[in-house]
């Protein structure tokens, strides 16, 4: 079963800027730690920015200053709100989630949306 759905992505020029969505469905996942990561073709996968369960967020230095990721555990939500793209940007862009279970980490991810910046 789906777990975490992402949404918000496109085509954007240049400089512009595009919000991503990510909504998990299943109750478990809240309050968890989340992160969104993305990956271009050819290359590995990036983490991006990530959030613990009390709001504090890191980033990656290509993005940092540009990228805000931020949560809304009443909806059981985390976005990606992206400024000042530019081509590197370009990926697909993964929501990403983790809890314990059983003494061990369980990670789920969502099936990621393409974000591609072009003029």
């Known amino acids: 079963q789906v777990q975490l759905v992402e949404s918000g992505g496109g085509l954007v020029p240049p400089g512009g800027s595009l919000n991503l969505s990510c909504v998990a469905s299943a109750p478990e996942l809240k309050f968890t730690p989340k992160a969104w990561y993305r990956q271009a073709p050819g290359t590995q996968r990036e983490l991006v920015a990530q959030i613990t369960g009390t709001g504090t967020a890191t980033y990656a230095d290509s993005v940092s200053g540009r990228f805000t990721i931020s949560r809304d555990d009443m909806k059981n939500t985390v976005d990606l709100l992206m400024s000042n793209l530019n081509p590197e940007d370009t990926a697909v862009y993964y929501c990403?989630?983790?809890?314990?279970?059983?003494?061990?980490?369980?990670?789920?991810w969502g099936q990621g949306t393409q974000v591609t910046v072009a003029s």
């Open positions: 990403h989630a983790y809890r314990g279970w059983s003494g061990r980490r369980i990670d789920y």
